[in-house]
């Protein structure tokens, strides 16, 4: 799946160090007390090389001094060797982030990405980078998505949405790995992200597998609980709480129709376009009379010219008038609230 994302400077250069000789213990006398904290004191303002000169200075005169609370040189010292440790660790842990992403290791950008933001938990591109980590990977997709919350709020929020291409870009991405973590665990908290997702001007909104699984979150989620509490009146006298459920059904279903008229309209392989297109023509057989052919045929052909439809309003009451179908056969996955004119309740069509 393509996403537009620059590569982004973590860590600042660093210098190459050389493997360290095993250091003999030196004798802790003035002479080179002197000569240590001399060196320390000469280079650690200076460059990252001089800066490592005062390192190495300043460990001679702690690892071969005794301790003394009244050496105010070794507490100074004491504090630049703490803050050295501190940035070089995580210098070498951005260094290792930044290979991750160059690498597309996702499991590597989740480890690395938490350890950077055990420090800087606001960090936006680290979270924005963990949260695109779970789009393409689902083992990582859980904790990505942690991560794409956190980044959509610093997001909406102001802070920068580098690396991604575009403000939108990057919401509805983050969105979407939202959406996908949730699919199978708590579908209608997905379709609200899915939703999200497709409405950003991003490229997302132009992706067939977005539809295809906001079909499927549909299905999992209202469709697949209706049809279940559907199934206490096949084979009874129609009644009202049948009917508000029928036409609650029905209503889910028509979004599900539209979200697989989308998935059909921007797939570009035809044995996928042919798949979705099926599916919207078993789906509109359950909600619709006649030979639905020529009906699905020009809602795949315009769908896309209407804008994605908000989650149903679930219908509670019933019009004074209930002889008109459970959807008015729109193309955007809207109801007229009214229940289908049915003489007895009959089997719900199959879940997808």
């Known amino acids: 799946m393509r996403r537009t994302i620059k590569t982004l400077a973590?860590?600042?250069?660093?210098?190459?160090f050389a493997v360290p000789v095993l250091a003999?213990?030196?004798?802790?006398n003035d002479e080179n007390k002197g000569a240590w904290y001399k060196t320390f004191y000469d280079n650690f303002k200076g460059t990252a090389e001089q800066q490592k000169t005062a390192y190495d200075s300043a460990?001679?005169?702690l690892d071969n001094c005794p301790a003394d609370p009244a050496d105010k040189q070794a507490e100074y010292m004491k504090k630049f060797v703490a803050k050295y440790d501190e940035v070089m660790g995580k210098a070498d842990t951005a260094k290792k982030f930044e290979d991750a992403v160059k690498s597309k290791n996702y499991a590597n950008q989740i480890t690395y990405g938490k350890q950077l933001l055990a420090t800087d938990p606001d960090n936006a591109p680290v979270n924005i980078i963990m949260g695109l980590a779970g789009l393409d990977n689902e083992a990582v997709r859980q904790?990505?998505?942690q991560?794409?919350?956190?980044?959509?709020?610093?997001?909406?929020?102001?802070?920068?949405?580098a690396p991604v291409a575009s403000k939108d870009q990057a919401l509805a991405y983050l969105n979407w790995v939202i959406a996908k973590s949730k699919l199978k665990s708590d579908p209608n908290t997905a379709i609200t992200h899915y939703i999200k997702a497709a409405r950003f001007e991003a490229d997302p909104k132009k992706n067939a597998g977005l539809y295809n699984e906001l079909g499927a979150a549909y299905g999992e989620g209202p469709v697949a609980k209706l049809a279940k509490d559907?199934?206490?009146f096949i084979g009874k006298p129609e009644s009202t709480e049948s009917k508000l459920v029928k036409a609650n059904l029905n209503q889910a279903i028509e979004?599900?129709?539209d979200a697989f008229a989308r998935a059909a309209a921007l797939s570009t392989n035809p044995a996928d376009k042919k798949a979705m297109t099926d599916a919207v023509m078993e789906l509109y057989k359950s909600t619709h009379e006649g030979d639905p052919t020529a009906a699905v045929n020009e809602l795949v052909a315009k769908v896309l010219s209407t804008p994605v439809p908000d989650v149903p309003t679930p219908i509670t009451t019933l019009p004074a008038q209930s002889s008109t179908p459970?959807?008015?056969g729109g193309t955007n996955g809207t109801t007229t609230g009214t229940a289908p004119a049915t003489t007895g309740a009959k089997k719900p069509p199959k879940n997808r």
């Open 326 to 328: 459970a959807t008015n």
């Open 10 to 16: 973590l860590a600042a250069m660093l210098a190459v």
């Open 143 to 145: 904790e990505s998505a």
């Open 230 to 232: 559907y199934e206490a």
């Open 255 to 257: 979004r599900q129709i």
């Open 147 to 161: 991560a794409a919350m956190k980044a959509i709020s610093l997001i909406e929020a102001g802070k920068p949405f």
């Open 24 to 28: 003999q213990k030196q004798e802790c």
């Open 59 to 61: 460990k001679l005169y």
